[in-house]
């Protein structure tokens, strides 16, 4: 009996997720070999100049293209903010690549920055074309664009390695990956939407993407700028081991994608036009979040044991704190919604910046001091403080009927 459109299509943007994200992991016995816990760290330091850069580049774009989305002539624009974004992330990277290298720490060559920057530039350009997929019901061509990008970077990346490019091949790969999935995105948007715009009306969207971009500079704080704080304090050997156990980690949001893939589009409606219900899906999400941390608490550091190369082994005593990290950010994405469906949707870019800047200034004396094990007891505080506030700020308010809503639904 074939499932309905409704299950069938989330399940299919769920499997393209879930395909490239699976491939990554079956590569990690493979960096593990080739690079060794130093030469893994060397590229992880790079990997996070690629998040901070992303979040400048290209944050908002995919939102500010379903916020706006309805119209052809929106969906163009979109597209044309984003070749234009793309274009001068581009030549603004590798003109500034020799000037970005010696402030990464633990140092980089200038070509894996000016590769990591190209790769940066390139992403900007493919959201928009995947969130246009996703608006346009295409499960199918969104399953093949992850797919097959996966497969191709990933014969690169072995090809590359196999012939001793190291770091930099790993980051050839990437670029050259990006580089194939973008030039098919664009043309295939462009051939069925229309071609792209960038006019006056596109003003509109570069304000409003504006506070995505807060937002995700306070989320890398949380995120991504341990690694940077780690390699300061101690070593890119220790840093190569903290990067392996969070691979292991990333598991947890794997097993959830598809129920997010289900839960995330139908939150929103279901908040407003039925809480009771809402508040128990909440719930069986965040069980759903506890049991893919046990999971991985149990199985990563066997799996490391059995997959990985002796030289990794620290690694497995990283992946209990790291899987409960990431538990504790699956549950705030279940709580955001009694935040975001109040009247001020500002109060989670307010809330994420506040939270990250308080880490921000708290990680770098205890890593120095106390070493990775304190760096993830800070880090579970921090999380945990921002579930407080969501708490605080949402999931009270969210137990108010609303008005011309019904809580007993």
């Known amino acids: 009996m074939p499932l309905p459109a409704a299950v069938a299509q989330p399940l299919l943007f769920a499997g393209g997720l879930i395909a490239t994200r699976a491939l990554s992991l079956v590569l990690l016995p493979v960096y593990a070999r080739y690079l060794g816990p130093e030469g893994y760290g060397q590229l992880e330091t790079v990997v996070v100049?690629?998040?901070?850069?992303?979040?400048?580049?290209?944050?908002?774009?995919?939102?500010?293209?379903?916020?706006?989305?309805?119209?052809?002539?929106?969906?163009?624009?979109?597209?044309?903010?984003?070749?234009v974004v793309a274009g001068a992330a581009l030549i603004l990277g590798q003109i500034s690549a020799p000037l970005l290298a010696p402030l990464v720490p633990g140092g980089a060559d200038v070509l894996s920055v000016r590769l990591v920057l190209a790769t940066v530039a390139l992403e900007a350009v493919i959201q928009v074309p995947l969130g246009w997929l996703r608006l346009a019901n295409r499960p199918v061509g969104y399953l093949m664009a992850g797919v097959v990008r996966a497969?191709?970077?990933?014969?690169?990346?072995?090809?590359?390695?196999?012939?001793?490019?190291?770091?930099?091949?790993?980051?050839?790969?990437?670029?050259?990956?990006?580089?194939g999935q973008a030039l098919w995105l664009v043309i295939w948007q462009w051939r069925v939407g229309g071609s792209a715009v960038f006019d006056r009306g596109s003003r509109v969207m570069i304000a409003w993407a504006?506070?995505?971009?807060?937002?995700?500079?306070?989320?890398?704080?949380?995120?991504?700028?341990?690694?940077?704080?780690?390699?300061?304090?101690?070593d890119t050997e220790t840093l190569g081991y903290w990067a392996m156990a969070a691979r292991f980690a990333l598991v947890v949001p794997l097993i959830l994608q598809p129920w997010q893939a289900w839960w995330l589009p139908q939150r929103f409606r279901l908040a407003e036009t039925a809480p009771a219900r809402a508040r128990r899906l909440t719930w069986v999400g965040i069980g759903l979040a506890g049991l893919a941390t046990l999971v991985v608490m149990l199985g990563g550091p066997v799996a490391i044991a059995l997959l990985?190369?002796?030289?990794?082994?620290?690694?497995?005593?990283?992946?209990?704190?790291?899987?409960?990290?990431?538990?504790?950010?699956?549950?705030g994405d279940q709580l955001d919604i009694h935040c975001l469906s109040r009247r001020h949707g500002s109060a989670r870019a307010a809330l994420a910046t506040g939270i990250a800047g308080l880490a921000v200034l708290l990680l770098g004396p205890l890593a120095a001091a106390q070493g990775p094990h304190s760096l993830i007891l800070l880090l579970l505080g921090a999380w945990c403080l921002r579930l407080a506030l969501l708490l605080l700020f949402g999931w009270e308010r969210q137990s108010e009927p609303q008005p011309g809503t019904s809580s007993t639904r």
């Open 49 to 83: 100049l690629a998040d901070l850069a992303s979040i400048l580049a290209g944050s908002g774009l995919a939102a500010t293209l379903f916020r706006f989305a309805g119209t052809a002539e929106a969906e163009r624009r979109a597209l044309g903010l984003a070749l």
């Open 151 to 179: 497969v191709m970077q990933a014969g690169l990346t072995l090809g590359f390695l196999a012939h001793g490019y190291g770091v930099v091949g790993v980051l050839a790969a990437g670029t050259l990956g990006a580089a």
């Open 210 to 234: 504006g506070p995505a971009v807060l937002s995700g500079l306070a989320g890398f704080a949380l995120c991504s700028a341990d690694r940077w704080i780690l390699v300061g304090a101690s």
């Open 308 to 331: 990985l190369p002796p030289s990794f082994a620290p690694a497995a005593a990283l992946v209990p704190g790291l899987a409960a990290i990431a538990c504790l950010k699956a549950i």
